[in-house]
């Protein structure tokens, strides 16, 4: 589990809800209740609540927030990388990527924030397009239009210069990714979040 899920999971006193694939909430029993009857308090005004779409956006908003300051704060990382990584969410795959690549994507971008490459990156003046970057409309199967945390795939990035990235499989199998010039047409990860 990275130290990003960890600190989530103590926050939310629930279960993981980042590391996606490594980790799966213990089912809890359900307890079933039966109400006999329902009568109305006397006469109290209370204020009226928020609706529950305003409270669950005020609520995203403020976890959203949350995330992006402890991910920036601890990491060192940059702010806009920090919100962006807090507005992902693994269980909405937007556009034509399947829920597990979309989770594994989640995941390869929580372990590169806790990995020393990402101020490697960041010094090396790699941008937010050459990590993030994917096609608007078909972020999944647009692969000339991927950032290089799209190609990791649960893989290890081992090295990196000002243009290229080495990826190696678990088999030894490397690949390299060249940084695309321009940004036409592609689009952040976190802005396809719907």
């Not at 109305?40 to 995330?67: I, K, T």
């Not at 601890?74 to 034509?96: V, Y």
């Not at 060249?178 to 940004?183: L, N, T």
């Amino acid at each position: 589990m990275t130290r990003w899920a960890e600190t989530f999971a103590a926050l939310s006193g629930a279960s993981d809800t980042l590391d996606t694939l490594r980790h799966t909430a213990v089912p809890r029993p359900t307890v079933s209740q039966t109400v006999h009857s329902v009568t109305a308090a006397p006469g109290r005004s209370e204020p009226a609540l928020p609706s529950a779409a305003d409270r669950a956006s005020a609520v995203w908003g403020q976890a959203e927030e949350e995330r992006a300051a402890i991910i920036e704060h601890d990491g060192a990382i940059l702010r806009t990388w920090a919100e962006g990584f807090a507005r992902l969410d693994p269980a909405c795959p937007p556009g034509d990527v399947p829920t597990r690549r979309w989770q594994r994507f989640v995941d390869d971008v929580g372990w590169f924030l806790d990995s020393p490459f990402c101020a490697v990156a960041a010094a090396l003046g790699w941008g937010s397009h050459d990590l993030f970057g994917c096609d608007r409309d078909r972020p999944f199967s647009r692969i000339d239009q991927c950032g290089l945390l799209w190609l990791l795939h649960g893989d290890r990035l081992i090295a990196m210069t000002d243009n290229t990235a080495t990826i190696e499989s678990p088999t030894g199998v490397r690949q390299t990714y060249r940084r695309k010039a321009g940004e036409l047409g592609r689009v952040l990860a976190w802005e396809l979040v719907r």
